[in-house]
C-alpha cells in the first residue's frame, strides 16, 4: 500500500514564527487532505488539495504530485496552532484515506 | 456541508460488555463510511470500510466478529464493539465523503474498557 511520510515529526515554535510541514507519499494519488488534530481529539479539514496551490488565512498548501510531496505552510503562528498535523492520501480507484505519521506542533507564548 | 456527527464522545463500559458507536452525515448521503482507530500519540489506522446495503470491508488485522459494522442506511453506520476488553480501549473516528470535496471526521468516540 501506499507509505506516508512527514517531517519534522515534532516542532517546537515561538507565537509569530512561520513553519513549513512536509508529507512525502510513495505512489501516485487522487486525494490528498491535511488535517488539524485538536487536543480534544477532533480532526479539522484543513486543505483538500491533490494538486496546486490553495490559501486559506495564515495557512497555505502546495502538492506537486508529479514529485509527490506536499507542504504546509503556517505563517505567524499563534498558539490555538499547536496540536498534530496530518496528511492523508487516497490512490486511484480507492476511496480510503491513509494517513501519515503526522507532525505535532507546539506554539510557545 | 459535509457534517460528521458521532456518538457517544466517550464511553466507559466493563469487559465482556458490547459498546455501539453511531456515525451520521447529516446533510449528504453517504454510501461509504470509514472507521478508524487511534492509540495515544499514534496516527490514525483503518479498521473497516463500511458499505450501505452490503457487508463492511475489514483490513488485514481487524476481528470482524469483535468489530461489528453495519451500514444500513444512507446516512448512519454502526460500530459494535463486541465483549469489549482493556486491550480495545482507543479513540475511534468515522468519516465520509469523496473524492471530489474530500472527507470529513465525525468528533471521535474515546473507549474505555474497565
Known sequence: GIQVEQSPPDLILQEGANSTLRCNFSDSV???????????????????????TKQN????????????????????????DSGVYFCAVGGFGNEKLTFGTGTRLTIIP | GAVVSQHPSWVICKS?????IECRSLDFQATTMFWYRQFP???????????????ATYEQGVEKDKFLINHASLTLSTLTVTSAHPEDSSFYICSAGDRTYGYTFGSGTRLTVV
Open chain 1, 30 to 52: 487522487n486525494n490528498l487532505q491535511w488535517f488539524h488534530q485538536n487536543p480534544w481529539g477532533q480532526l479539522i479539514n484543513l486543505f483538500y488539495i491533490p494538486s496546486g
Open chain 2, 16 to 20: 465482556g460488555t458490547s459498546v455501539k
Open chain 2, 41 to 55: 500519540k499514534q496516527s490514525l489506522m483503518l479498521m473497516a470500510t463500511s458499505n450501505e446495503g452490503s457487508k
Open chain 1, 57 to 80: 488565512g495564515r495557512l497555505s498548501a502546495t502538492t506537486v504530485a508529479t514529485e509527490r510531496y506536499s507542504l504546509l505552510y503556517i505563517s505567524s503562528s499563534q498558539t490555538t
